[in-house]
């Protein structure tokens, strides 16, 4: 005899409920989880944006243009200035045609601002040189008097205090009214440097005793009063015109 196979028992709220036709009923599609969707969302964005990406900077290269800037002595700092910066490729820049501003600094130097006009269908090379800045020389003189200084020929007036002198070897004179001048030969730090210069200087002048006979006469120096006799004064070095006037004398030249 065969023995009969055992039955398994379902619980009614776990049997599959039949359809009409007697199958099992369509659930329809899983479900698909949120992050799964977050995920192909993002990549998509990702993808968009790098094929952006490529296509602008396709582009960008096609319509741009070569350009060698040159600055001399090489700045310590330098930027350019336009609608789109241009950009930076083995020494030189690709940039689209247009108008630009180049900046550029050096410690020493004065600040270089020029423009720059890019164009198509041109060679877009553009050389600057950087301008340096004057020393600031200051003239320490004994006594202290007033003074002008005279630089390789020209005179330079001071600004705030102190005379602008170019960088190099230059010849000094420091003029005085009644002071001998003052040559020198100088080395000027130039490039913006503070730099001071002392000098004693010389009477331009001798002292001088005038007496006549009979005293009380006037003296007169290149047509200047100066007194009346006996008289101690000082009279500036170099040939001088001296006039004696008394009054009931004949004048004495």
Do not use: C
């Amino acid at each position: 005899s065969v023995a009969p196979s055992p039955t398994t028992l379902v619980p009614p709220s776990q049997a599959p409920t039949k359809t009409p036709g007697g199958g099992l009923p369509d659930t329809g599609p899983l479900p698909v989880a949120a992050s799964d969707r977050r995920t192909r969302t993002r990549w998509r964005y990702l993808a968009w944006t790098g094929l952006t990406l490529v296509l602008m900077t396709a582009l960008f290269v096609l319509l741009a243009m070569p350009v060698r800037i040159e600055i001399e002595p090489e700045p310590d700092d330098m930027t350019i200035h336009g609608r789109l910066p241009p950009v930076p490729v083995l020494g030189q820049y690709l940039a689209l045609p247009g108008a630009y501003i180049l900046r550029a600094s050096r410690q020493g130097y004065q600040p270089l601002v020029e423009p720059i006009e890019v164009q198509r269908g041109k060679v877009n090379d553009a050389h600057f040189a950087l301008q340096a800045l004057p020393g600031r020389v200051t003239v320490m003189l004994d006594p202290a008097v007033p003074y002008r200084l005279i630089v390789d020929g020209q005179a330079v007036p001071a600004e705030q205090g102190w005379h602008p002198v170019h960088h190099g070897d230059r010849q000094l004179r420091i003029e005085t009214d009644r002071h001998l001048p003052e040559e020198h030969e100088v080395a000027i730090d130039g490039f913006g440097k503070p730099q001071q210069l002392a000098y004693a200087l010389r009477p331009g002048w001798a002292d001088v005793n005038i007496a006549t006979e009979p005293p009380g006469a006037d003296v007169v120096v290149d047509g200047e009063w100066l007194g009346t006799s006996p008289l101690d004064t000082g009279i500036m070095q170099g040939k001088r015109e001296l006039r004696f006037e008394l009054a009931g004398h004949k004048p004495l030249t």
